[in-house]
């Protein structure tokens, strides 16, 4: 006999097996032939009193693959289970129940022998199959959950929990199995299931063996009349996707299936145990028989509620399942007629197609986890588009993030690369805002410099020459502001250059003010007025100097222009204000005029100071000079120590130079404050100009 059953191609139709257990003398009646898939079964005439039709000696049987006495645990599992466990990782229901007659070795197979490891049985196996499975896929999240049911007389009992009624799998409370902290297994609700562990689930699966054992329910008295269901529960989820595979996998050991056929037997013996017929057996027989009515002829109604076993495998049995039946026989003489029951059974139950399909769906807490999460980034949003920030920016980090901004927003504006992209970070709408402002004023200024490169292009002459006067003025401006700023930073001596003076006339600055400063270097630039009545002309009031082509608009009369502009003054609403930043820019000025001659006269007494010092110095070296004729460097005296007046002077000229150090901080001070209210004023005249140019062209 062949050891290993041989595979098919996977179909949708109940996977049959047939498992012969050793037994001390094998019957040459039982036959597994050549092809390992069918086995021959003879019955003698005189032996098949009643039930085997008297003119049919040989069965021949066909199975899916037939398993010898030989054949070992893992052998079976490989072949019959692990494909079913396979599928129930992959979202598949999966069911494998084994069927015989008492003693025949269906709980040997399903369970297991006890004491030797390499018996363990097709729940053990399924179990670490389960768990190296998911330990082989470290991106999946797998919830195992058990649950072990057994059914005597169509009442269900929870083996987890002796003695609870369970009048289906639902009422049956899902064991989520996990280690604690300390190794030892536990049990919690599904709810709260952690990690569940191959040891934790045998754990489970050996309570329940033993709560059969010694539970003082009514079927422990008839354990070989009883079905027992191990299901494990498992829910398996692919990192980053919302969706679970859920699948049940039943094994399934039931009841001792001899008695069924002997209860038509004749005699006293026989008719006493048909009092203990298994009527859910009884039942399963009539579901077979009506599914294999409905693969025929198209029958509707499979009486699956007429027995609890039989609702529980409602799946298995031409529903969503893929489902393998081991039959188990023990091929002894004496068991011929069981043995050929069990392979009839077989048979019809070959004939039944399952619908096997994944099941998938939707995680309710993943689903409610998305939807959290949609909501919070939608209220993100809308305080994006409220212009709401999470946290208020303090003003200088909101400041340093607008100059951020400005710079990208340049950065884009310049950028030639039609691919180029503008990020403003964070997203904030007034960040947003801020862009836009940026954009527009670029946008704007080049703009207006391509309109006047336009009209540039396309002038005449005289217009031409009209805008180089105005450059060549703006330039002369330029260079006269450059030439204040750096007398003002003390750089370099105030130009000879002249400026204007605040009526138009040009005169030197130096020349005006000439002997203020020792050290024209720190002289801080005059303001372009300073007071009196030569104010209605000064910088910024009178137009006629500064806009020569004011003058040539009004027929080159000076006089009548100065009478114009003195009755533009009268009425011109900025006057005010204009003259109140010229009196504090000349009262600016005078402050820093002053303290530019303390820094002035603190270094004229350090430099005083200093060659008083140097003198003393020289002189104390004299009388150790003798005959020596005194070297040109002085470091080559020997000098004798300071004296009294030498240390003073030096202490003196310490107190100076803190005294320079503090005027010249002020005076830098005062003049960025000059330079500012300069800046006030230059832009307070240009709109005086202007306005009054506008005043001039309305008047026309
Ligand atoms: N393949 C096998 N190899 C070795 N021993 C076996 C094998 N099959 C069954 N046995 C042994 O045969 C005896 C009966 O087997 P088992 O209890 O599994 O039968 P059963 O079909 O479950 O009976 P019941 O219906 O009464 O529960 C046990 O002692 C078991 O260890």
């Excluded at 009646?29 to 079964?41: G, K, N």
């Excluded at 805002?433 to 002459?461: H, P």
């Amino acid at each position: 006999m062949a050891e290993q059953a041989h595979e098919e191609d996977d179909t949708q139709n109940i996977r049959i097996y047939l498992r012969l257990r050793p037994v001390a003398r094998q019957s040459q009646l039982v036959q597994v032939l050549d092809d390992d898939r069918r086995v021959e079964i003879t019955v003698a005439k005189d032996a098949a009193t009643g039930i085997v039709n008297n003119q049919q000696e040989r069965f021949i049987f066909q199975f899916n693959g037939v398993f010898v006495d030989s054949a070992t645990q893992d052998q079976v599992f490989e072949q019959v289970a692990q494909p079913v466990v396979a599928s129930a990782l992959e979202g598949i229901n999966g069911t494998v129940f084994a069927y015989g007659a008492t003693g025949s070795g269906k709980t040997f197979t399903v369970t297991g022998g006890v004491g030797r490891y390499v018996d363990r049985g097709l729940i053990p196996r399924a179990v670490s199959h389960v768990f190296a499975a998911a330990a082989e896929r470290p991106d999946c999240t797998l919830d195992v959950h058990v649950s072990y049911l057994e059914i005597y007389n169509d009442a269900g009992y929870d083996l987890l929990d002796p003695g609870r009624e369970a009048k289906s799998m639902e009422d049956l409370p899902r064991v989520s199995v996990y280690e604690d902290e300390t190794g030892a297994t536990r049990l919690r609700n599904l709810a709260l299931h952690p990690a569940a562990t191959e040891e934790a689930a045998l754990n489970l699966l050996f309570l329940g063996d033993t709560n059969r054992a010694i539970s003082e329910t009514p079927m422990n008295m008839a354990s070989s009349r009883s079905h027992c269901i191990f299901t494990l529960h498992i829910a398996s989820r692919q990192a980053g996707r919302s969706t679970v595979l859920r699948s049940k996998l039943h094994l399934v050991d039931l009841a001792g299936s001899e008695r069924i056929k002997r209860s038509g037997m004749e005699g006293a013996p026989l008719l006493r145990e048909a009092k203990h017929i298994n009527l859910s057996l009884h039942f399963l027989e009539q579901v077979i028989v009506a599914l294999q009515e409905r693969a025929t002829s198209g029958r509707a109604h499979v009486p699956y509620r007429n027995s609890m076993m039989t609702l529980m495998l409602r799946d298995s049995l031409g529903g969503n399942c893929r489902t393998v039946m081991i039959a188990t026989v023990a091929p002894s003489g004496d068991q011929l007629l069981e043995s050929v029951s069990t392979c009839r059974f077989a048979q019809r139950v070959a004939m039944i197609a399952n619908e096997v399909r994944v099941n998938e769906e939707e995680d309710p807490a993943l689903v409610i986890a998305g939807l959290r999460q949609e909501v919070a980034d939608l209220k993100a949003e809308l305080q994006l588009a409220q212009g709401e920030e999470q946290e208020p920016d303090t003003p200088r980090e909101a400041a340093w993030k607008v100059a951020a901004v400005h710079a990208s927003v340049d950065a884009f504006f310049h950028n030639t690369d039609p691919a180029a992209t503008l990020e403003v970070q964070p997203p904030r709408m007034p960040l947003f805002r801020a862009a836009f402002v940026r954009l527009k004023a670029l946008a704007r200024w080049t703009g207006s410099s391509a309109a006047a490169a336009g009209s540039f292009g396309g002038a005449s002459n005289e217009a031409v020459e009209k805008l180089r006067a105005q450059i060549a003025g703006l330039q002369q401006q330029l260079k006269q502001r450059d030439a204040e700023v750096a007398v003002l930073v003390g750089m370099r001596p105030a130009p000879d250059s002249a400026v204007l003076a605040p009526n138009g006339s040009r005169h030197n600055r130096a020349a005006a003010d000439p002997s203020q400063l020792a050290h024209p270097q720190t002289r801080p630039s005059e303001p372009r007025q300073n007071g009196g009545s030569q104010d209605t002309g000064s910088a910024g009031q009178h137009p006629r100097k500064e806009k020569p082509e004011v003058r040539r608009d009004v027929s080159g009369d000076d006089e009548a222009l100065q009478r114009a502009f003195e009755e533009f003054r009268r009425g011109y609403a900025g006057q005010a204000a204009m003259q109140s930043d010229k009196a504090l820019l000349a009262s600016s000025y005078s402050e820093a005029k002053a303290l530019a001659e303390q820094v002035n006269g603190s270094k004229r007494r350090i430099d005083e100071l200093k060659a008083a010092l140097e003198r003393t110095r020289v002189q104390r070296a004299l009388p150790n000079l003798g005959q020596v004729i005194m070297s040109s460097s002085s470091a080559d005296m020997a000098i004798a120590p300071p004296d009294e007046e030498e240390r003073a002077d030096r202490l003196l000229l310490d107190q100076e130079k803190a005294m320079y150090r503090n005027k010249y901080a002020q005076l830098a001070k005062k003049k960025e404050e000059v330079e500012k209210l300069q800046e006030v004023v230059m832009a307070a005249r240009q709109r005086v100009q202007s306005d009054f140019q506008q005043w001039m062209q309305d008047g026309k």
